[in-house]
T-cell receptor
């Protein structure tokens, strides 16, 4: 019930390729789904979020899609660059606080 | 006010000692959260405050842990009789809950090492 499952745990791509990270949840009451990027030794930073009344949201090279019926949401990064290398966390709003996935380590090689 | 501040950045302590961490949230934020993050894991919820009231505590927060936010501004997290399993990054986050906004701003964290 409470956890957010995130896959894959590691992802390696070539510069310019696309990267997709997927998260699943089981609580149908969840209505807010953010994505955070954490570079090595730094704080997690919000990069994009989506609410349950929207199916897709885009911000330049990143996009998030939400399928409420199937209870999954995904982060899409296009034209990846070496500076996209980081750990990415999905999360869901659980009514009082955010519950985070275990993270995906994205490595972009040039 | 440029963000959420946490102090200290690093703390090394001997097992059995008490430690206290401080978090200064963004001033207009009414919610303050504490999370713990271990290597290779996502942040795990510990507790949160709305203004000065502590409204929820995770089962991860054993009775050796106590958090306060006395005037609804800064918060402290104290760990008594530290154990090696307490070694982790302790993250503070703040938010303004209102108008459908749930997003957090995280601090840089306090890295605790118990030896």
């Amino acid at each position: 019930g409470e956890n957010v499952e995130q896959h894959p745990s590691t992802l390696s791509v070539q510069e310019g390729d696309s990267a997709v990270i997927k998260c699943t949840y089981s609580d149908s009451a969840s209505n807010y789904f953010p994505w955070y990027k954490q570079e090595l030794g730094k704080r997690p930073q919000l990069i994009i979020d989506i609410r349950s009344n929207v199916g897709e949201k885009k911000d330049q090279r990143i996009a998030v899609t939400l399928n409420k019926t199937a209870k999954h949401f995904s982060l899409h990064i296009t034209e990846t660059q070496p500076e996209d290398s980081a750990v990415y966390f999905c999360a869901r709003w659980a009514g009082t606080a955010l519950i985070f996935g275990k993270g995906t380590t994205l490595s972009v090689s040039s | 006010d440029t963000g959420v501040s946490q102090d200290p950045r690093h703390k090394i302590t001997k097992r059995g000692q008490n430690v206290t961490f401080r978090c200064d949230p963004i001033s207009e934020h009414n919610r303050l959260y504490w999370y713990r993050q271990t290597l290779g894991q996502g942040p795990e919820f510990l507790t949160y405050f709305q203004n000065e009231a502590q409204l929820e505590k995770s089962r991860l927060l054993s009775d050796r842990f106590s958090a306060e936010r006395p005037k609804g501004s800064f918060s402290t997290l104290e760990i008594q009789r530290t154990e090696q399993g307490d070694s982790a990054m302790y993250l503070c986050a703040s938010s303004f809950l209102g108008g459908g906004n749930y997003g957090y701003t995280f601090g840089s964290g306090t890295r605790l090492t118990v030896v």
